[in-house]
C-alpha cells in the first residue's frame, strides 16, 4: 500500500532561516506529488505539485520541491521563512494507474519566530 | 475561496445520534472526496465518487458510514448511531481528472458528546 513518511513533525525556525521539510513516499510506479499548506484557521489549499518533467518544482510564496526518484523522496524548501509561513504542512502522494485516492502524510506544523 | 463548499461548518451531537454532512464540489468536477482528519494527523481518506459511481472504499469506513452522490453533483456523508472517536474533522475534496489538482472544501468539524 502507498504511504507517506514526513521526517518532522513540529519545526520551529527564526524569520529568514532557510527551509527544508522532508517527504519520502512508498510506491514503485508513476506517482503525482503534492504539497498542501493549512494556515491556521483555514482550509487545505496547494502549495505545489509535481505530475511530471522538471522534477524542481516552484509553488506559491516561494517555495519549492524537488522530486528524486531514486530517493522516493519530495522535499520542500524556502530560502527564506517568513512569520506568515506559520502554518501545518502535508506531503501527498497519488499513485498513478493503481486508483486514484491520494495519501497524505501526518503533516509538519512549522512555527516561525518574529 | 476554492470552490468547494461544505455544510454544516460545524456540529456537536450526542453519542447516538445520526449526523449527515454535505458537500458541494466544483461545478464540472466529476470526482469527489471524502477525507477524515483528526488531530495531529493529515487526512486520511475515506471514499471516492467517480461522478454518481462510489469506486472506493477506505477500511475507515465502518458499517456506520454511508455516502451518497446521487446525481453526480453534491455529495451526502452519513454516520449512524455516532460515537465519540466519531469526532474529527471531514473534508471534501473534488478534482476534474484523474491528472487535476484536487481542491479541498472547509471540512465540517464533528464533536460528538
Not at chain 1, 59 to 74: L, M, V
Amino acid at each position: 500500500a502507498q504511504s507517506v513518511s514526513q521526517h518532522n513533525h513540529h519545526v520551529i525556525l527564526s524569520e529568514a532561516a532557510s527551509l527544508e521539510l522532508g517527504c519520502n513516499y512508498s510506491y514503485g510506479g508513476t506517482v503525482n506529488l503534492f504539497w498542501y499548506v493549512q494556515y491556521p484557521g483555514q482550509h487545505l489549499q496547494l502549495l505545489l505539485k509535481y505530475f511530471s518533467g522538471d522534477p524542481l518544482v516552484k509553488g506559491i510564496k516561494g517555495f519549492e520541491a524537488e522530486f528524486i526518484k531514486s530517493k522516493f523522496s519530495f522535499n520542500l524548501r524556502k530560502p527564506s521563512v517568513q512569520w506568515s509561513d506559520t502554518a501545518e504542512y502535508f506531503c501527498a502522494v497519488n499513485a498513478i494507474g493503481r486508483d486514484d485516492k491520494i495519501i497524505f502524510g501526518k503533516g509538519t506544523r512549522l512555527h516561525i519566530l518574529p | 475561496d476554492t470552490g468547494v463548499s461544505q455544510d454544516p461548518r460545524h456540529k456537536i451531537t450526542k453519542r447516538g445520534q445520526n449526523v449527515t454532512f454535505r458537500c458541494d464540489p466544483i461545478s464540472e468536477h466529476n470526482r469527489l472526496y471524502w477525507y477524515r482528519q483528526t488531530l495531529g494527523q493529515g487526512p486520511e481518506f475515506l471514499t471516492y465518487f467517480q461522478n454518481e459511481a462510489q469506486l472506493e472504499k477506505s477500511r475507515l469506513l465502518s458499517d456506520r458510514f454511508s455516502a451518497e452522490r446521487p446525481k453526480g453533483s453534491f455529495s451526502t456523508l452519513e454516520i449512524q448511531r455516532t460515537e465519540q472517536g466519531d469526532s474529527a474533522m471531514y473534508l471534501c475534496a473534488s478534482r476534474r481528472g484523474a491528472e487535476e489538482t484536487q481542491y479541498f472544501g472547509p471540512g465540517t468539524r464533528l464533536l460528538v458528546l
